[in-house]
């Protein structure tokens, strides 16, 4: 990994203990990502919302082509940090190898919901979390409202098939940028809440993040439906959103 602070390089933890703030993270490929509008407006409502500060826009992604410099493919985090002792937010670019998820998740379910879920802080608990269920064999968290209501995973969005629409929790959550982009292309609604005990009741689900999509093959004990035709045609409609230039 390499990381920037405002453009200079730095080989310090760029989420050193004491900081708040708030990241987006993304897939560049060819020095372009999806959605990239998208990632810039969650920057720019969290820095109001958290510092009351405006966000240049035109600097950030100037300070992401600095970091990539010759790189064309990466994982690349924008933090907006402010630091222990500090009035001032900073600007942090990391830029890591490309990635990807595309094998059959199994999810572990805790009761756990972010707060202010809206936001994609430097730090919560979901972490923690995560690491559990790592440790117990499975993939990822489930985060749920410990009454058995679904809201996302630890490190991505949920999204359950019924016959005719991708089904999102209606639950205190982030509203990742893989999720607002599929909303463009696919039928979806978030009528109601999605518990647990009526996973049964779906054709299937995947999880998604910047990294892509992946199948959903077990929740706790549960195994889940693999509709091969229905998750095809997520990760196609996916496929064909346009790339935005940095």
């Known amino acids: ?6 453009g200079r390089p730095v080989a310090a933890d760029p989420v050193p203990d004491g900081a708040t703030g708030h990241f987006t993270a993304m897939q560049v ?3 372009a990502v999806r959605g990239l509008e998208l990632h810039l407006r969650r920057l720019r409502s969290a820095n ?3 510092f009351g500060v405006a966000l240049d826009e035109d600097r950030v992604r100037a300070l992401v082509r600095h970091a ?3 790189t064309g493919d990466a994982s690349v985090r924008v933090y907006v940090r402010r630091l222990r002792g500090s009035t001032d937010p900073e600007t942090v670019v990391t830029v890591r ?9 199994r999810l572990r379910a805790v009761d756990y919901v972010r707060p202010t879920a809206h936001l994609k802080h430097l730090t919560t608990e ?3 979390y995560r690491e559990i269920a790592r440790k117990a064999g499975f993939d990822d968290a489930l985060l749920t409202d410990g009454l058995d209501a679904i809201a996302e995973a630890a490190i991505a969005n949920i999204g359950f098939l019924d016959g005719v629409a991708v089904v999102w929790p209606n639950a205190p959550i982030l509203r990742g940028i893989t999720m607002q982009l599929l909303e463009t292309v696919l039928p979806h609604t978030t009528s109601g809440a999605v518990r647990l005990r009526e996973i049964s009741s779906f054709d299937g689900a995947f999880v998604c993040n910047a990294r892509g999509i992946a199948l959903v093959s077990a929740i706790d004990t549960a195994p889940l439906p693999d509709p091969p035709v229905r998750i095809d045609e997520v990760r196609r409609a996916y496929a064909a959103i346009a790339w935005d230039p940095i």
């Not at 990994?1 to 405002?6: D, F, H, N, S, W």
């Open 68 to 70: 990539l410099g010759d």
């Open 97 to 105: 190898p490309p990635g990807g998820i595309d094998s059959p998740q």
């Open 48 to 50: 109001d919302e958290l």
């Open 29 to 31: 490929r060819g020095r």
């Open 1 to 6: 990994m390499r990381a920037e602070v405002e």
């Open 126 to 128: 979901q972490g923690r």
